[in-house]
């Protein structure tokens, strides 16, 4: 391949992210972290390979879904609810069938095959608000990957309940290890929504601060006691 002429901001950005990325080479190295490293490296011959008279922004933003220091974060809100009964036919929502399994929990990397869609997470840390990156993933990653995960791979349906005309009720029914487990999730723009939410009669324990509740954890530990 052949580069384009001398572009200073193209060769400084190069320097900039060249460093960054030993840096989050040696980082999951020395945290042993080697899914995601392994990841990682096909990711970057990939990409490297792929250079051609680019720009500096278009290697940035190849860039920035590798790093996490450099990918555009999603900032989760969400409050979590234990149910113990549900008041109406879920036959009436669209469902998702999902399975998940984390390559690592602190911090939080997963794999998720949601339907016909497979996806890398990288979640920060945090309770209601913690930020999250997302990776697609072909089907051949996504098999690869997830027999390297640790722990539990958590199997359930996800149903869709719109509650107002912004809101939406994502409710979890877990199957298999972590059945008969019914969490519901509500997300929401800004933290002061999440904090004034009032829950539908129907919700049970607010489990929003209890990282027990955490996919994560369950993945690791099973169901509370």
């Known amino acids: 391949h052949s580069f384009a002429p001398f572009n200073i901001s193209l060769y400084l950005g190069y320097a900039f992210l060249n460093a960054k990325i030993v840096h989050f080479l040696?980082?999951?190295f020395l945290t042993r972290n080697f899914s995601m490293l392994s990841l990682m490296l096909a990711w970057l011959l990939r990409f490297f390979n792929s250079m051609v008279a680019v720009d500096f922004k278009i290697f940035?933003?190849?860039?920035?879904?590798?790093?996490?220091?450099?990918?555009?974060a999603i900032m989760e809100i969400e409050r979590k609810y234990l149910?113990?009964?549900?008041?109406?036919?879920?036959?009436?929502?669209?469902?998702?069938?999902?399975?998940?399994?984390?390559?690592?929990?602190?911090?939080?990397?997963?794999?998720?095959?949601?339907?016909?869609?497979?996806?890398?997470t990288y979640k920060g840390s945090g309770l209601?608000?913690?930020?999250?990156?997302?990776?697609?993933?072909?089907?051949?990653?996504?098999r690869h990957l997830i027999q390297k995960a640790d722990g539990i791979i958590i199997s359930k349906k996800r149903y869709l309940i719109p509650l107002t005309d912004r809101l939406t009720i994502e409710l979890d029914i877990f199957e298999g290890d972590l059945a008969p487990l019914k969490l519901a999730e509500v997300e929401f723009e800004t933290k002061e929504e999440a904090e004034s939410f009032l829950p539908p009669k129907w919700f049970g324990k607010d489990v929003t601060f209890s990282s027990d509740y955490h996919n994560s954890t369950l993945s690791r530990v099973g169901l509370p006691t």
């Open 128 to 142: 209601m608000v913690r930020e999250e990156y997302n990776l697609p993933l072909n089907e051949e990653a996504y």
């Open 83 to 120: 149910i113990d009964e549900i008041p109406f036919d879920l036959k009436d929502y669209s469902c998702k069938v999902i399975e998940q399994g984390y390559l690592n929990t602190d911090p939080v990397v997963r794999v998720r095959r949601s339907n016909d869609k497979y996806i890398l």
């Open 60 to 72: 940035y933003n190849k860039c920035i879904i590798i790093f996490p220091d450099y990918m555009e």
């Open 26 to 28: 040696i980082l999951n």
